[in-house]
């Protein structure tokens, strides 16, 4: 979500860099050409620049000492030194491109398993917390372009803490002191406020790891998208209390919503009796075999585990995430919240996947055009986007299994308790 600013200084004689750009409305052609098979086995992450059916624009530029290069935040980019050059860079982040990063570029790299450049949801609440200190001191007042940058930003914090609150946040621990700030064993990513850790510090070789650091911790994300530790026992922990951010995200909210009536001031406790996905997934994984019914290569049905799956008795069927998303196109995260809220899953599985199954191609269009904008799109579809389009996965610690969307088989989990279903 950052521009990347590149300021040539000084260079040997003769010296100078080549720039090749593409726009950032190419992102997702660049994307897919760097992974087609053909493409990959030449360069994997360069472009042939020979090749000459590249199907996106390459916009070239040669760089000489005084000329400053801004890359466009979603552009691909890359470069190539000419000799000897020594360079200045910074980056920016604009609103707009917190909120890119916030609602889209976290997402695909949590599929791609790219760590974190920026904490961006640590930069968000801070961003918001201190403009509106600011803003509270500030003799000009409000103007109309702070108002809406206000709002832009309470939006992304209203994300943040939705995906992480918890209902009875009481009930889960703290993770503990920590030196430095966890990120996801399986992604890499960013980890703001909760994190699913292994209950057995299961390792390699049924080996039990001995210090904290050996214990698999993975974000909220990933563990919705079926990624876990080797045994699959993994319990929720917080990296400090929400209430507090809710409560100053409320009385922002409050003063600056509702005295610009910009939109009714929506109180933050709509979001903790919303069930967050998160915290929905915390029945553990089972191990049972399960088939699921739908066709799969040559196969007319096949086996998985039952954690892997959902059975609709009204569809007399089971089906497993994978192919809850690429028939249904429904990420796991929905399904298993609509799933294991309710006292009676099936009906209200079987009338979610019926009244839906049109909801996510319809709104396909306008997620492409929100997600160039860096505009806000229901979650929900912004998920399946990323599970159907990212399916590589390499995670950073090799001590976990890939998940519903990952590529390969998914993996059984060892596990101590019984399946209840
Ligand atoms: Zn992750
Ligand atoms: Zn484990
Ligand atoms: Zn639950
Ligand atoms: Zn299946
Ligand atoms: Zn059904
Ligand atoms: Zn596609
Ligand atoms: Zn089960």
């Known amino acids: 979500g950052a521009s990347g600013h590149y300021l040539l200084c000084c260079q040997q004689p003769d010296a100078w860099i080549d720039w090749f750009m593409t726009a950032a409305s190419d992102s997702q052609r660049v994307f897919d050409y760097l992974q087609s098979p053909q493409t990959s086995s030449k360069s994997p992450h360069r472009l042939d620049l020979e090749d000459s ?58 599929r791609l398993c790219l760590p974190a450049v920026h904490p961006v949801k640590q930069l968000a609440y801070d961003i918001l917390c201190s403009r509106f200190a600011e803003l509270e001191t500030s003799e000009t007042g409000l103007t109309r372009t702070t108002a809406v940058e206000m709002r832009q930003l309470l939006e992304v914090v209203d994300e943040i803490l939705r995906v992480e609150a918890y209902t009875n946040e009481e009930d889960i621990p703290n993770f503990g002191n920590t030196a430095i700030a966890p990120s996801c064993a399986f992604c890499g990513g960013e980890v703001f406020q909760k994190i699913f850790s292994c209950k057995n510090r299961c390792l390699k070789d049924k080996t039990v790891g001995s210090t904290p650091m050996d214990v698999v911790s993975i974000c909220p994300s990933c563990y919705v998208d079926g990624r876990t530790c080797l045994c699959g026992e993994m319990t929720p922990f917080r990296l400090r209390p929400i209430s507090p951010m809710v409560t100053s995200r409320d009385k922002i909210a409050a003063i600056f919503l509702a005295a610009l009536l910009l939109c009714s001031a929506r109180a933050m406790n709509s979001v903790r009796t919303n069930q967050s996905f998160s915290h929905c997934i915390e029945h553990p994984f089972q191990g049972a075999v399960r088939t699921c019914s739908t066709r799969k290569g040559q196969q007319r049905s096949h086996q998985t585990h ?62 492409l055009s929100n997600m160039l904008s860096g505009n806000h799109h229901p979650l929900n579809h912004r998920l399946a986007y990323f599970a159907h389009h990212f399916s590589t996965a390499d995670p950073i610690n090799k001590n976990t299994l890939r998940g519903f969307y990952d590529e390969g088989e998914i993996a059984v989990r060892q596990f101590s308790s019984l399946c209840p279903l």
């Open 53 to 110: 059916d590249i199907p996106f624009k390459v916009y070239v530029f040669k760089q000489e000492r005084g000329d400053l290069v801004v890359l466009p935040p979603r552009g691909y980019h890359q470069r190539s030194f000419k000799g000897t050059t020594a360079s200045f860079y910074w980056s920016r982040l604009t609103i707009e491109g917190l909120r890119y990063a916030v609602f889209y570029d976290f997402y695909k790299r949590q």
């Open 306 to 367: 039952c954690y892997a799956l959902l059975n609709c008795k009204n569809c007399h069927a089971s089906k497993c995430y994978e192919h809850i998303l690429s028939t249904l196109n429904i990420h796991s995260a929905q399904a298993i919240l609509v799933y294991y809220t309710t006292d009676s899953p099936s009906e209200a599985w079987h009338k979610h996947h019926v009244d839906l199954r049109q909801d996510y191609s319809k709104s396909y269009p306008r997620l």
